[in-house]
């Protein structure tokens, strides 16, 4: 199973909307409506943005959304701001309970 | 509130096992998974494998298939994994983190559990 794929690097000016793609195939994010989307600060554990595509935990600001289209899942980010800054990795669900995760996104805000 | 609490660091020499704990404490979770995910120095998150707390079921990356294995004690409500015939490249934090189930979605994760191989 391969790693998901996404772009290493994305950056915008605070206000800015920037989008990250995650490229899979028809055996993962294809097939399935289970995309979740992390986001990890520097020596902290990953937190969890975005889930089963498109819903938001409790507690995660409106300023985040996600999308999927055919085999490739997106993370929009509207109004970035500076706390936005960290690395990104979305995971999808990857058929008999298995999952695997994007290659990573760092996030700079200029 | 669910929390997720990790065993300590451990330092291991290549060939050897190491066995991380994750126990849990808020509520119960019967309709859960737990995952384990591992971040090398530098690198991505790897996903290793998961358990169904509800059935004892799991589930495994191919890559760990034999190598890799993921237990429960419904007693304490703590999940294990294990990992042997440890190499360098298994120098990693180790995260357990809750699902609930059929989201898809980790929603809490533990504190982390560095493991380091070396000689």
């Known amino acids: 199973q391969s790693a998901l794929t996404q772009p290493a690097s994305v950056s915008g000016s605070p206000g800015q909307s920037i989008t990250i793609s995650c490229t899979g195939t028809?055996?993962?994010?294809?097939?399935?409506?289970?995309v979740s989307w992390y986001q990890q600060h520097p020596g902290k554990a990953p937190k969890l943005m975005i889930y089963?595509?498109?819903k938001r935990p409790s507690g995660v600001s409106n300023h985040f959304s996600g999308s999927k289209s055919g085999n490739t899942a997106s993370l929009t980010i509207s109004g970035l701001q500076a706390e936005d800054e960290a690395d990104y990795y979305c995971?999808?669900?990857?058929?008999?309970?298995?999952?695997?995760f994007g290659t990573g996104t760092k996030v700079t805000v200029l | 509130q669910v929390q997720l609490v990790q065993s300590g660091a451990e330092v291991k020499k290549p060939g050897a096992s190491v066995k991380v704990s994750c126990k849990a404490s808020?509520?119960?979770?019967?309709?859960?998974?737990i995952h384990w995910v591992r971040q090398a120095p530098g690198q991505g998150l790897e996903w290793m494998g998961l358990?169904?707390?509800?059935?004892?079921?799991?589930s495994y990356a191919q890559r760990f298939q034999g190598r890799v294995t993921v237990t429960r004690d419904t007693s304490t409500n703590t999940v294990y994994v294990e990992v042997s015939s440890l190499i360098s490249e298994d120098s990693a934090v180790y995260y357990c983190?809750?699902?609930?189930?059929?989201?898809?979605?980790?929603?809490?994760w533990g504190q982390g559990t560095l493991v380091t191989v070396s000689t």
């Open positions: 358990i169904n707390l509800s059935g004892g079921g799991t």
């Open positions: 808020g509520y119960a979770l019967t309709s859960h998974h």
């Open positions: 983190a809750t699902e609930p189930t059929g989201t898809g979605g980790c929603d809490h």
């Open positions: 995971c999808s669900h990857a058929g008999s309970g298995t999952y695997v």
């Open positions: 028809s055996s993962d994010v294809g097939s399935y409506n289970l």
């Open positions: 089963e595509g498109t």
